[in-house]
Protein backbone atom coordinates (compact mmCIF):
# COMPACT_ATOMS: atom_id res chain seq x y z
CA UNK A 1 0.00 0.00 0.00
CA UNK A 2 1.18 3.70 -0.91
CA UNK A 3 -0.67 4.79 2.13
CA UNK A 4 0.30 5.13 5.55
CA UNK A 5 -1.01 3.24 8.58
CA UNK A 6 -1.91 5.02 12.10
CA UNK A 7 1.62 4.19 13.55
CA UNK A 8 3.44 5.48 10.33
CA UNK A 9 1.66 8.67 10.93
CA UNK A 10 3.89 10.91 13.04
CA UNK A 11 2.90 14.46 14.37
CA UNK A 12 4.13 17.17 13.08
CA UNK A 13 5.06 15.04 9.87
CA UNK A 14 4.86 17.18 6.62
CA UNK A 15 4.28 15.86 2.65
CA UNK A 16 4.94 18.00 -0.06
CA UNK A 17 2.60 16.05 -2.68
CA UNK A 18 3.57 15.00 -6.21
CA UNK A 19 1.77 15.04 -8.91
CA UNK A 20 0.73 19.05 -8.82
CA UNK A 21 -2.04 19.42 -11.15
CA UNK A 22 -3.31 22.51 -13.16
CA UNK A 23 -6.84 23.46 -13.52
CA UNK A 24 -8.54 23.56 -16.66
CA UNK A 25 -12.33 24.68 -17.71
CA UNK A 26 -13.50 21.61 -18.56
CA UNK A 27 -12.44 20.36 -14.68
CA UNK A 28 -14.30 23.25 -13.34
CA UNK A 29 -17.03 23.18 -15.73
CA UNK A 30 -18.36 19.50 -15.38
CA UNK A 31 -17.82 19.84 -11.19
CA UNK A 32 -19.97 22.63 -11.42
CA UNK A 33 -22.41 21.14 -13.55
CA UNK A 34 -22.13 17.94 -12.10
CA UNK A 35 -22.82 18.85 -8.26
CA UNK A 36 -25.83 21.19 -9.85
CA UNK A 37 -23.92 24.69 -8.86
CA UNK A 38 -25.43 27.35 -11.45
CA UNK A 39 -23.45 30.26 -10.06
CA UNK A 40 -22.22 32.11 -13.04
CA UNK A 41 -19.11 33.33 -11.36
CA UNK A 42 -17.85 29.36 -12.56
CA UNK A 43 -19.56 28.82 -15.70
CA UNK A 44 -20.67 31.92 -17.57
CA UNK A 45 -17.26 33.60 -18.73
CA UNK A 46 -19.54 37.16 -19.59
CA UNK A 47 -20.77 37.33 -16.41
CA UNK A 48 -17.42 36.80 -14.95
CA UNK A 49 -15.51 39.13 -16.97
CA UNK A 50 -17.79 41.88 -14.97
CA UNK A 51 -17.01 40.67 -11.62
CA UNK A 52 -14.45 41.53 -8.93
CA UNK A 53 -11.65 39.21 -10.55
CA UNK A 54 -12.35 40.09 -14.13
CA UNK A 55 -12.38 36.21 -15.02
CA UNK A 56 -14.25 32.73 -13.90
CA UNK A 57 -13.68 31.63 -10.55
CA UNK A 58 -13.26 27.83 -9.94
CA UNK A 59 -15.69 26.55 -7.65
CA UNK A 60 -14.29 26.09 -4.32
CA UNK A 61 -15.43 22.67 -3.46
CA UNK A 62 -13.21 21.59 -6.67
CA UNK A 63 -10.62 22.92 -5.01
CA UNK A 64 -10.99 21.30 -1.69
CA UNK A 65 -11.32 18.23 -3.20
CA UNK A 66 -8.56 18.47 -5.26
CA UNK A 67 -5.99 19.47 -2.67
CA UNK A 68 -7.18 16.21 -0.54
CA UNK A 69 -7.49 14.69 -3.60
CA UNK A 70 -3.70 15.10 -4.18
CA UNK A 71 -2.40 14.01 -0.78
CA UNK A 72 -4.12 10.34 -1.09
CA UNK A 73 -1.05 8.57 -2.50
CA UNK A 74 1.75 9.59 -0.30
CA UNK A 75 -0.91 9.31 2.99
CA UNK A 76 -3.90 7.18 2.96
CA UNK A 77 -4.32 5.18 0.26
CA UNK A 78 -5.73 1.78 0.76
CA UNK A 79 -5.16 2.43 4.67
CA UNK A 80 -8.40 4.55 5.57
CA UNK A 81 -11.30 3.76 6.66
CA UNK A 82 -12.87 6.67 5.99
CA UNK A 83 -13.22 10.54 6.26
CA UNK A 84 -15.06 11.47 9.51
CA UNK A 85 -15.08 15.08 9.03
CA UNK A 86 -13.45 18.27 7.73
CA UNK A 87 -13.12 20.58 11.17
CA UNK A 88 -11.85 23.91 9.41
CA UNK A 89 -11.75 24.88 5.73
CA UNK A 90 -10.79 28.22 4.26
CA UNK A 91 -10.20 29.89 0.65
CA UNK A 92 -7.81 33.03 1.10
CA UNK A 93 -6.82 33.68 -2.27
CA UNK A 94 -9.00 32.81 -5.25
CA UNK A 95 -8.43 30.16 -7.85
CA UNK A 96 -8.44 30.43 -11.45
CA UNK A 97 -8.78 29.00 -15.03
CA UNK A 98 -4.87 27.60 -15.42
CA UNK A 99 -3.39 27.86 -11.81
CA UNK A 100 -1.16 24.89 -10.74
CA UNK A 101 -1.85 23.74 -7.62
CA UNK A 102 0.36 21.62 -5.49
CA UNK A 103 -0.59 19.87 -2.28
CA UNK A 104 0.75 19.95 1.34
CA UNK A 105 0.12 17.69 4.15
CA UNK A 106 0.86 18.30 8.01
CA UNK A 107 -0.14 15.41 10.58
CA UNK A 108 -1.66 17.85 13.37
CA UNK A 109 -2.67 15.08 15.57
CA UNK A 110 -3.38 11.54 16.61
CA UNK A 111 -5.15 9.15 18.38
CA UNK A 112 -5.88 5.68 18.82
CA UNK A 113 -9.94 4.69 18.67
CA UNK A 114 -11.67 4.28 22.35
CA UNK A 115 -13.42 1.15 21.14
CA UNK A 116 -11.79 -0.50 18.06
CA UNK A 117 -8.70 -1.35 18.83
CA UNK A 118 -7.82 -2.00 14.65
CA UNK A 119 -8.17 2.00 14.28
CA UNK A 120 -7.15 4.87 15.15
CA UNK A 121 -7.92 8.90 14.12
CA UNK A 122 -5.67 11.43 12.85
CA UNK A 123 -5.65 14.96 12.13
CA UNK A 124 -4.39 16.18 8.76
CA UNK A 125 -3.63 19.63 7.93
CA UNK A 126 -3.86 20.18 3.94
CA UNK A 127 -3.14 23.00 2.24
CA UNK A 128 -3.18 24.30 -1.49
CA UNK A 129 -0.41 26.30 -2.93
CA UNK A 130 -0.66 27.83 -6.56
CA UNK A 131 2.04 28.42 -8.80
CA UNK A 132 2.71 32.22 -7.58
CA UNK A 133 3.30 30.51 -4.01
CA UNK A 134 -0.54 32.01 -2.62
CA UNK A 135 -2.20 29.18 -0.64
CA UNK A 136 -5.63 29.02 -1.90
CA UNK A 137 -7.15 26.44 0.15
CA UNK A 138 -6.55 25.33 3.83
CA UNK A 139 -8.16 22.72 5.90
CA UNK A 140 -8.35 20.01 8.92
CA UNK A 141 -9.73 16.75 8.34
CA UNK A 142 -10.30 14.16 10.55
CA UNK A 143 -9.66 10.28 9.38
CA UNK A 144 -10.05 7.21 10.57
CA UNK A 145 -6.74 4.78 9.77
CA UNK A 146 -6.42 1.69 9.88
CA UNK A 147 -3.54 -0.21 12.40
CA UNK A 148 -0.61 -1.90 10.61
CA UNK A 149 -1.91 -5.41 11.19
CA UNK A 150 0.72 -7.91 13.26
Known amino acids: MAGKYFEELEIDAVFEHQ ?3 TITE ?3 LLFST ?3 NPQPLHIDAEFAKN ?3 GQILVNSLFTLGLVIGLSVGDTTLGTTIGNLGLETTEFPNPVFIGDTIRSTTRILDKRESKTKPDRGIVWFEHKGINQRGEVVCECVRKGMMIRKPV
Open 34 to 36: MTH
Open 51 to 53: SLH
Open 26 to 28: TDN
Open 19 to 21: PHR
